[in-house]
C-alpha cells in the first residue's frame, strides 16, 4: 500500500523501536485459541473412544458381526430414499407455484396430508396399506418387495418435506427477476431454468442437506418393518444374544460416525457450489 | 403510417377493485420518444407494463408494431424480444457477470452463438460506456453502472422499442447524468422510446411529447415545453407547481 504507514506499522513502530512507552493497542479480534472449533476435536475424540471400544473389545466381536452388514442397506436405503424425494419434491414444488389449478391443489394437498401424520404411522399406512393395494390396483399384487416399499414410503414423506423447500427457495427470488426474464423474451420455462433456480438452489441446498441427514437417522424407522438395516439387525442380535449394552452401544457408534461422515460429505460440497459463485451477493 | 405501439381504451384493474388504468388511448409513432409524467400510484408504472404485457389488461387492446398482444395466437415472447425494458431496480442477474446477463437471452431467445452473443455484448458495454466491466458480477458495480448493464441488456437484442420505468428513481444523484447520457443519446438514434421519468430536464432534451398521467387516465399530452409551461388541466398545473418548486 502506498502512502503513510498502516496502523499495524504505526504501532509496532512505537512499540518496538521508540523510546516512548509500550502502548498496548486495542483489538478488537478474538485471539485465535478462542476460533479454534473444539466442539468438532470433542466430536471426534467421542468418535473415536467409541471406535476403540466396538473394535478392540472382544465383547463386541459377535456385535460387529451381526450389526455391519446393514450398513450398506442403510446407505443404499438413504441415497435411494433421498433420490426419490428429491424428484417427488421438485414435483410436489413446483406444482405448488404453477398456475394450474389442479396441480396447485393436489401439490398442496398432499403436503398438508403428509405434515398432518406423524411419521411412524405415515410409515405403516404407505408401506403395508396403501402402496400394495397400488399394485393390487396395477394389476401387479405384492410385486413390490418390503424393502422398496418402506423406502418409498420414506421418500414420500420427505418429498412432501422437501417439496415446501423448494416452493421457498424459488419464492424467496424477487419477482423482478422473473419479470426481467420474461420482458427480454424468455420463456416462463426458460427463466426458470437460466434465472431462477440457479439462485433459488443457493436458498434451497442447505435445508436440503439436513433433510438428507434426516432421512439417513430416519432409515433406523424403517427396522419396525423387518427391513434389515442397522437398528433391525442390532435389536435382534440383542434380543437373542441378550447382549444389550453391545448391540446398541455398537449401532450408535455406526449411526453416528456415518451422520458425521455425510455431514462433512454433504459441507465440502456446499463449499465447492459457493466457491463457483464468488462474485455473488 | 401506423404506429409503432398503441394502447386502445387500456383498462388494468386490480384485485376487482384497484383501477390503476382506467382506460388509456395512446399512440406513439415508430421513432417518438415519449416521457410519462404523473403523481406516484397514479398508473404510469402499470400503463408502461401493459405495453409489453407484463400486465395482461383487464380489457382493451395493445398493439406494438402492428400485431395485437392481447390476441392469443400472438407469440409473446417473441413480441417481448423486440421490445426492451429497463426497469427502476434494475433486475441484473445476481448469479451471472455482466457478459452472461447480456448473452443469455441473445443466445436463449434470438439463437446466436457465443461468439456473436459476446461480440454484441462487449459492443453495447462501450456503448453505455463500461467496456471494462464484462467480467465483473452485479454487486460489484454502482448503481449507475449496473444500470447502464441492463440498457446494454435489453439494447443487446437489437429490439425496436425501449421502455424505461424510472430509471434514475433509485440511483444516487451523481450517477443519474451517466443514465441519463445512455438514454438521451439512444433517443437521438431513432430508437421509438416510452419513457416513465420525473427528471424535467431529460424530458426537455429528449421528448418529443409528454404525457401527464392521473389516476389512472391521461390528462394532458402535448410538446414538453406546452404541457410544463403551459399546462391546460389544474391537475397538471398542481403536479408541476410541486415537483418544479425546487
Ligand atoms: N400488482 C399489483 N397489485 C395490486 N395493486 C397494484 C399492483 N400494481 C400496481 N397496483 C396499484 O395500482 C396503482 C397504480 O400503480 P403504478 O402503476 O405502480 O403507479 P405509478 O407507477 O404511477 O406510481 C397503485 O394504486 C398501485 O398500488
Ligand atoms: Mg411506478
Same mark, same amino acid.
Given at each position: 500500500?502506498?502512502?503513510?504507514?498502516?496502523?499495524?506499522?504505526?504501532?509496532?513502530?512505537?512499540?518496538?523501536?521508540?523510546?516512548?512507552?509500550?502502548?498496548?493497542?486495542?483489538?478488537?479480534?478474538?485471539?485465535?485459541?478462542?476460533?479454534?472449533?473444539?466442539? %468438532?476435536?470433542?466430536?471426534?475424540?467421542?468418535?473415536?473412544?467409541?471406535?476403540?471400544?466396538?473394535?478392540? !473389545?472382544? !465383547?463386541?466381536?459377535?456385535?460387529?458381526?451381526?450389526?455391519?452388514?446393514?450398513?450398506?442397506?442403510?446407505?443404499?436405503?438413504?441415497?435411494? %430414499?433421498?433420490?426419490?424425494?428429491?424428484?417427488?419434491?421438485?414435483?410436489?414444488?413446483?406444482?405448488?407455484?404453477?398456475?394450474?389449478?389442479?396441480?396447485?391443489?393436489?401439490?398442496?394437498?398432499?403436503?398438508?396430508?403428509?405434515?398432518?401424520?406423524?411419521?411412524?404411522?405415515?410409515?405403516?399406512?404407505?408401506?403395508?396399506?396403501?402402496?400394495?393395494?397400488?399394485?393390487?390396483?396395477?394389476?401387479?399384487?405384492?410385486?413390490?418387495?418390503? !424393502?422398496?416399499?418402506?423406502?418409498? %414410503?420414506?421418500?414420500?414423506?420427505?418429498?412432501?418435506?422437501?417439496?415446501?423447500?423448494?416452493?421457498?427457495?424459488?419464492?424467496?427470488?424477487?419477482?423482478?427477476?422473473?419479470?426481467?426474464?420474461?420482458?427480454?423474451?424468455?420463456?416462463?420455462? %426458460?427463466?426458470?431454468?437460466?434465472?431462477?433456480?440457479?439462485?433459488?438452489?443457493?436458498?434451497?441446498?442447505?435445508?436440503?442437506?439436513? !433433510?438428507?441427514?434426516?432421512?439417513?437417522?430416519?432409515?433406523?424407522?424403517?427396522?419396525?418393518?423387518?427391513?434389515?438395516?442397522?437398528?433391525?439387525?442390532?435389536?435382534?442380535?440383542?434380543?437373542?444374544?441378550?447382549?444389550?449394552?453391545?448391540?446398541?452401544?455398537?449401532?450408535?457408534?455406526?449411526?453416528?460416525?456415518?451422520?458425521?461422515?455425510?455431514?462433512?460429505?454433504?459441507?465440502?460440497?456446499?463449499?465447492?457450489?459457493?466457491?463457483?459463485?464468488?462474485?455473488?451477493? | 403510417?401506423?404506429?409503432?405501439?398503441?394502447?386502445?381504451?387500456?383498462?388494468?384493474?386490480?384485485?376487482?377493485?384497484?383501477?390503476?388504468?382506467?382506460?388509456?388511448?395512446?399512440?406513439?409513432?415508430?421513432?417518438?420518444?415519449?416521457?410519462?409524467?404523473?403523481?406516484?400510484?397514479?398508473?404510469?408504472?402499470?400503463?408502461?407494463?401493459?405495453?409489453?404485457?407484463?400486465?395482461?389488461?383487464?380489457?382493451?387492446?395493445?398493439?406494438?408494431?402492428?400485431?395485437?398482444?392481447?390476441?392469443?395466437?400472438?407469440?409473446?415472447?417473441?413480441?417481448?424480444?423486440?421490445?426492451?425494458?429497463?426497469?427502476?431496480?434494475?433486475?441484473?442477474?445476481?448469479?451471472?457477470?455482466?457478459?452472461?446477463?447480456?448473452?443469455?437471452?441473445?443466445?436463449?431467445?434470438?439463437?446466436?452463438?457465443?461468439?456473436?452473443?459476446?461480440?454484441?455484448?462487449?459492443?453495447?458495454?462501450?456503448?453505455?460506456?463500461?467496456?471494462?466491466?464484462?467480467?465483473?458480477?452485479?454487486?460489484?458495480?454502482?448503481?449507475?453502472?449496473?444500470?447502464?448493464?441492463?440498457?446494454?441488456?435489453?439494447?443487446?437484442?437489437?429490439?425496436?422499442?425501449?421502455?424505461?420505468?424510472?430509471?434514475?428513481?433509485?440511483?444516487?444523484?451523481?450517477?443519474?447524468?451517466?443514465?441519463?447520457?445512455?438514454?438521451?443519446?439512444?433517443?437521438?438514434?431513432?430508437?421509438?422510446?416510452?419513457?416513465?421519468?420525473?427528471?424535467?430536464?431529460?424530458?426537455?432534451?429528449?421528448?418529443?411529447?409528454?404525457?401527464?398521467?392521473?389516476?389512472?387516465?391521461?390528462?394532458?399530452?402535448?410538446?414538453?415545453?406546452?404541457?410544463?409551461?403551459?399546462?391546460?388541466?389544474?391537475?397538471?398545473?398542481?403536479?408541476?407547481?410541486?415537483?418544479?418548486?425546487?
Amino acid at each position: 500500500m502506498a502512502g503513510g504507514p498502516s496502523l499495524q506499522s504505526a504501532g509496532k513502530y512505537r512499540g518496538e523501536d521508540s523510546l516512548l512507552p509500550y502502548t498496548k493497542i486495542r483489538n478488537e479480534s478474538e485471539p485465535p485459541w478462542k476460533n479454534q472449533p473444539y466442539w %468438532a476435536y470433542i466430536v471426534g475424540l467421542v468418535i473415536l473412544a467409541m471406535g476403540i471400544k466396538v473394535f478392540v !473389545d472382544v !465383547d463386541y466381536e459377535l456385535a460387529r458381526k451381526n450389526i455391519f452388514p446393514g450398513i450398506w442397506l442403510t446407505i443404499r436405503a438413504t441415497i435411494i %430414499a433421498f433420490g426419490l424425494a428429491l424428484l417427488i419434491s421438485l414435483i410436489v414444488g413446483l406444482g405448488q407455484i404453477s398456475k394450474n389449478v389442479v396441480a396447485k391443489n393436489l401439490s398442496r394437498a398432499y403436503i398438508e396430508i403428509v405434515r398432518g401424520i406423524p411419521v411412524l404411522p405415515l410409515i405403516f399406512v404407505l408401506a403395508l396399506v396403501i402402496i400394495p393395494d397400488i399394485s393390487e390396483a396395477a394389476g401387479a399384487p405384492n410385486s413390490v418387495p418390503t !424393502d422398496l416399499r418402506a423406502i418409498l %414410503a420414506l421418500a414420500m414423506i420427505y418429498g412432501a418435506y422437501m417439496a415446501e423447500i423448494i416452493r421457498g427457495g424459488v419464492q424467496s427470488i424477487p419477482r423482478g427477476q422473473m419479470e426481467a426474464g420474461r420482458a427480454l423474451g424468455l420463456s416462463s420455462r %426458460a427463466t426458470m431454468r437460466s434465472v431462477i433456480f440457479p439462485q433459488a438452489a443457493r436458498a434451497i441446498i442447505p435445508p436440503m442437506a439436513n !433433510d438428507f441427514i434426516a432421512i439417513l437417522k430416519d432409515t433406523s424407522l424403517l427396522s419396525i418393518l423387518g427391513v434389515l438395516e442397522i437398528t433391525r439387525r442390532a435389536r435382534q442380535y440383542s434380543a437373542s444374544s441378550f447382549k444389550f449394552p453391545e448391540a446398541f452401544f455398537t449401532m450408535t457408534f455406526v449411526y453416528l460416525t456415518l451422520v458425521i461422515g455425510l455431514s462433512i460429505l454433504l459441507s465440502m460440497f456446499e463449499r465447492r457450489f459457493n466457491r463457483d459463485r464468488v462474485g455473488e451477493r | 403510417m401506423s404506429p409503432m405501439i398503441e394502447l386502445r381504451n387500456v383498462r388494468k384493474t386490480f384485485n376487482k377493485t384497484i383501477h390503476a388504468v382506467a382506460g388509456v388511448d395512446l399512440e406513439v409513432a415508430e421513432g417518438e420518444v415519449v416521457v410519462i409524467v404523473g403523481p406516484s400510484g397514479s398508473g404510469k408504472s402499470t400503463v408502461l407494463r401493459c405495453i409489453n404485457l407484463l400486465e395482461v389488461p383487464t380489457s382493451g387492446d395493445v398493439i406494438v408494431d402492428g400485431r395485437s398482444l392481447m390476441d392469443a395466437s400472438t407469440d409473446l415472447d417473441e413480441a417481448r424480444a423486440e421490445m426492451g425494458m429497463v426497469f427502476q431496480g434494475f433486475n441484473l442477474f445476481p448469479h451471472l457477470t455482466v457478459l452472461d446477463n447480456i448473452t443469455l437471452a441473445q443466445k436463449k431467445v434470438r439463437g446466436r452463438d457465443t461468439a456473436e452473443a459476446e461480440r454484441v455484448a462487449h459492443e453495447q458495454l462501450a456503448r453505455v460506456g463500461i467496456p471494462e466491466k464484462a467480467d465483473s458480477y452485479p454487486r460489484q458495480l454502482s448503481g449507475g453502472q449496473q444500470q447502464r448493464v441492463a440498457i446494454a441488456r435489453s439494447l443487446a437484442m437489437n429490439p425496436k422499442i425501449m421502455l424505461f420505468d424510472e430509471p434514475t428513481s433509485a440511483l444516487d444523484p451523481e450517477m443519474i447524468k451517466e443514465v441519463l447520457d445512455v438514454i438521451v443519446e439512444l433517443a437521438a438514434t431513432g430508437m421509438t422510446m416510452v419513457v416513465v421519468t420525473h427528471e424535467m430536464g431529460f424530458a426537455r432534451a429528449a421528448a418529443d411529447r409528454v404525457v401527464f398521467i392521473d389516476e389512472g387516465l391521461i390528462v394532458e399530452t402535448g410538446p414538453p415545453e406546452d404541457v410544463f409551461t403551459n399546462p391546460q388541466s389544474d391537475r397538471t398545473k398542481a403536479f408541476f407547481d410541486k415537483i418544479l418548486a425546487y
